[in-house]
């Protein structure tokens, strides 16, 4: 793409609008989506709650193991042409979805869904931010994390409205229509690979004009570098435990809220105040991660993921469960902030698709096990509210892990 003029406006916070569009749009291959279809799987297809939790997990499972992958290809071929890719592929599979008849296709479904939807687009939407901006990376990236998880929280509404009036296979008929009538287009001719594609810089500024902090810059680290510190591996206790136990909670939160007797439709909305806390949770966490530093970041995260579970065991009166949504929304900001903004921060620019790829990996396999470890948990304690309070001490066991991390130092001594 041909430099801009240089009266050109900076074009990071367009890239930074599609690039959340398209993120928001991940939320029929989220599990905040799926969860809507779930009733309707068991009946119509004649399958039980944990074999679908089992086709969950296995297609989760082979999506993430695609992840690393895609990284290096993001890395390669540029976010323009592998989001186009990708969007398309996904509304391909979204498609699919609608003529599913049994376990082995749902699998392969599921599969689809995960790798091209939560897994691949929402990675490549994050690297295209990240690309954009530099020293405001952390609004930018809070900002995307808000907006998108608001268009998520209305995708179960408008799932469940739809199946109430046409049914659920035409659900991801209307999903996948609109992942390519918006996506597809946005990506092709509104993305752009990096700043200098076009002859510009992040954050719309000439690089690092202070001389101390163009001095600091550090040098990118290469994904096998990056796994040898153990800032990575605070990173992936942080974003692996927050994608384990919010996805079990997401996916099991119709029959979650159900004890307590809430209908679907009830359980579905409540996916809504989760937004309230995400519109808080992620840009403080951006705002935090520009300003004043990032080490304790992954704590907070953690603790905050543990104080959810418990809240989420204490679901039996609707203000508890508004409270517990709103945390809910508070911590998976503050937890999706965290992951997209700190790898650049922490490791650099230039592997970034495959260092991400990888701690996506990550966090798409302990998704796969989110659902079954909670469906098993639920089926030996009697209650999902119970797996909720048992499962609300492993976060912990991560903090005292990412308590004594200094990332600064280990990175650079890497």
Known sequence: MPPLSPKSSFSGWRILVFATIALGLTGPGQTIGVSVFIDHFAEDLNLSKNAIASGYAIGTLCGALAMPTVG?????YGVRRAMTIIA????GALFYMSGVQGIISLTIGFWFIRMLGQGSLSLVSNVAVSLWFEQRRGL????????SSAMMALVPVGLS??????GWRTAWIVSASTVAMVVIPLAWFGIIDRPSSVGQHPDGLDPHPDPQKRAAVRPSMDRSAAL?????????AASGGASMLSTGLNFHQIALLGESGFSQTEAAIMF??????TSVGSPLMGVALDKIGARFAPLVSLLLLSATLLLASQVSTLPAVICYAVFFGLMSGTVRTL?????PKWFGLDHIGSIQGALMFIG???SAIGPIAFSVTASATGSFRSTALLWAALPLVGAVFAATNHPSRRVRAS
């Open 339 to 343: 992951g997209a903004a700190l790898v």
């Open 228 to 236: 040898r510190t153990r800032a990575f591996w605070v990173l992936a």
């Open 364 to 366: 798409v396999l302990a």
């Open 161 to 166: 409205f739809t199946i109430a009036q046409w």
């Open 88 to 91: 398309t592929l996904f509304a």
């Open 140 to 147: 930018a990236l809070g900002l995307t994390m808000t907006i």
């Open 272 to 277: 809504l105040p989760q937004v309230v806390g």
């Open 72 to 76: 290096l290809w993001i890395d390669r």
